[in-house]
């Protein structure tokens, strides 16, 4: 009985351990595929827009992107039209760049927004309701052209 009882176990490790051993197509490499990302773009209010601008150390970029010019938040870093998407990203080489887009009422910068964030920008911010909203919190605007 014990002998059978010790060829029974000495079996089930021997089958225990087999099972355990890699196949041969474990041995290749494992393809994972990347979920669906989707791109977003974060908006940004006045009130944070305004501690933005006040920062003199700022890490963001800030665009205009409104045609026809009509006047620019001060200290704005660039004025480039929302539609041209080259000029942009020749602007904003690194893609982890934040970026500030504003226009003179939003529709604009949030199509630019849209626009990097499908070409892998990753810190993209759109600011609702633009330079309108920017002069009924009793803000102004500048003309520098």
């Known amino acids: 009985m014990r002998r059978l009882l010790g ?24 393809t994972i595929q990347e979920a669906d990302v ?3 773009y974060h908006t940004m209010t006045i009130e944070e827009l ?3 601008m006040a920062n003199n150390e700022r890490t963001y970029t800030v665009v205009n ?3 026809p010019y ?11 039209a929302f539609d041209n998407v080259d000029a ?11 970026v500030v887009l504003c ?7 949030e199509q630019a927004a849209q626009d990097l964030v499908e070409l892998g920008y990753t810190q993209v ?10 002069q009924s919190s009793g803000r102004t605007l500048v003309d520098t052209q």
Do not use: F
């Open 125 to 134: 911010y759109d600011v609702p309701g633009g330079m309108n909203a920017w």
């Open 65 to 67: 992107v409104h045609i």
């Open 88 to 98: 942009l990203t020749e602007a904003l080489p690194d893609k982890s760049t934040p």
């Open 103 to 109: 226009c003179r009422s939003g529709s604009m910068s």
């Open 7 to 30: 060829t029974m176990l000495a079996v089930g490790v021997t089958i225990l351990i087999s099972s355990c051993t890699p196949t041969n197509n474990e041995d290749q490499p494992t």
């Open 38 to 40: 989707t791109a977003i």
């Open 70 to 80: 009509q006047g620019e938040i001060e200290g704005t870093d660039a004025n480039i």
């Open 50 to 52: 305004a501690n933005v």
